[in-house]
C-alpha cells in the first residue's frame, strides 16, 4: 500500500491530466448522446434541431445518416427465424408531458396487454385512453423499427415515475405516426423481399430486398418529391415525402419505366395493322403474345423472376393490346 500511494504522489500531476482527459472524454459522449434527442441531457422534453442549426436546409430535409440507416434496414429485410413467421402489431400510444405531445410506438404479439399496461404504470406521460393498434402480418419488428429510425431525430428519453427509461417516445404529431406506420405497412404488404427456407425447420429465413425494389432504392437520391417550405430547421416533411414517393409508386410512374415497352408495343400494332389481318380480334389474338414478350423483355431488368415480372406486365399487356385494336 505504502508503494502504491508513493508511486501516486510521485506521478500526481499524470495523473490528473488523465483523469481530465476521462471525464472531458465522458462528458463529450454523454452530450453527442443526448444532443441528438434534447440540447441538454436534464432537459427530457425539447426539439432537437436548434443542437445543429448549422446544417444547412438539404441536409436538414433529407438527414442522410437517418435516411441511411432506413435504406439499410430494408435491404437486410425481416429476419422471420427470430419472429417465428407470427403476426402480430404496432400499437400507438398518444400522451401529454409538460403541454407538448408525445407519442410511444411500440410492437407486441397480444393487441390490448402491453399497451394497458403501459397505460397504468406510467403517470408521468399522461397517455390517453385511446389506443391504436395496427396488425402487421410477420413483419410488425422491421415496421417498428422503420418508423423509429424515421422519426429517430424527434426521440425524446423520458425518465418516467415507474422506473423505465422510454426510449420509443416521439414529440411528433400523433396523424404523422399513424400516417408513417400505414406507409411502411403497405410496403411489407407488397411483399418486397424474396426468403430462403431455413434447412433445419423449412420454414422462411432472413429475407433479400427483390430486385425491382433495389433498383427503386438505389435510384432515391435522384428523385426528390418534394421541398420542405418549414424552414431550415425543419426535417421531418422533406424525409416523409421522400419515403412517401418511394413506396406508393403510381401507375405515372410505372408506366415511365415501361417506356421501351411502349414504344416497341406501338411500333408492333403498327406493323400489325398494316398487315394482311384485317379482323381485329385476328389481330388482337396476334398482337396480345407479342406484347405479352416484350413487355416481359422490357421489365425483365427490374425482376428477380419470370412470375413477379408477368404479374406486373401482363395487365398493361391486356390494356394496350385491348386499346390499339380497337382504335
Known amino acids: 500500500m505504502h508503494i ?32 441528438y434527442r434534447s440540447t441538454h441531457p436534464l432537459d427530457l422534453i425539447s426539439t432537437t434541431d436548434s443542437a445543429r442549426d448549422s446544417t444547412s436546409p438539404t441536409e436538414k430535409q433529407y438527414s442522410p445518416s437517418i435516411n441511411g440507416k432506413i435504406e439499410r434496414l430494408l435491404k437486410a429485410g425481416p429476419n422471420l427465424q427470430k419472429t417465428k413467421d407470427k403476426d402480430g402489431y404496432v400499437y400507438v400510444l398518444v400522451g401529454n408531458h409538460n403541454g407538448i405531445p408525445i407519442v410511444k410506438v411500440g410492437h407486441t404479439t397480444a393487441a390490448d396487454a402491453r399497451p394497458k399496461k ?21 413483419y410488425y419488428k422491421l415496421v417498428e423499427k422503420l418508423v423509429h429510425e424515421e422519426l429517430h431525430d424527434h426521440c425524446q428519453l423520458v425518465f418516467c415515475s415507474c422506473r423505465t427509461r422510454h426510449r420509443q417516445v416521439f414529440a411528433v404529431d400523433p396523424e404523422v405516426v399513424r400516417g408513417v406506420i400505414r406507409r411502411w405497412i403497405r410496403f411489407c404488404e407488397k411483399e418486397p423481399w424474396r426468403f430462403a427456407a431455413d434447412p433445419a425447420t423449412g ?23 418534394v421541398h420542405s417550405r418549414q424552414g431550415p430547421t425543419d426535417n421531418i416533411e422533406g424525409r416523409l415525402a421522400l419515403w412517401d414517393g418511394f413506396v406508393n409508386h403510381g401507375f405515372g410512374e410505372t408506366l ?34 407479342r406484347l405479352i414478350v416484350v413487355s416481359l423483355y422490357a421489365g425483365w ?27
Open 301 to 327: 431488368r427490374g425482376y428477380d423472376g419470370l412470375r413477379d415480372c408477368l404479374i406486373d406486365s401482363l395487365p398493361l399487356s391486356l390494356i394496350l393490346s385491348y386499346a390499339f385494336c380497337v382504335w
Open 256 to 289: 415511365r419505366e415501361y417506356t421501351p415497352l411502349v414504344l416497341l408495343s406501338l411500333a408492333l400494332v403498327s406493323f400489325c395493322a398494316f398487315s394482311f389481318w384485317a379482323d381485329q380480334v385476328s389481330v388482337a389474338l396476334k398482337v396480345l403474345p
Open 203 to 225: 420454414c422462411r429465413g432472413i429475407g433479400t430486398l427483390k430486385k425491382y425494389w433495389r433498383n427503386r432504392l438505389d435510384h432515391r437520391r435522384d428523385r426528390i418529391y
Open 118 to 138: 403501459q397505460q397504468l404504470t406510467c403517470r408521468v406521460l399522461q397517455f390517453q385512453p385511446q389506443i391504436d393498434v395496427f396488425p402487421v402480418r410477420s
Open 4 to 35: 502504491t500511494l508513493q508511486s501516486l504522489k510521485l506521478d500526481q500531476d499524470a495523473m490528473s491530466q488523465r483523469i481530465s482527459a476521462i471525464i472531458l472524454s465522458l462528458w463529450h459522449n454523454l452530450w453527442h448522446y443526448t444532443s
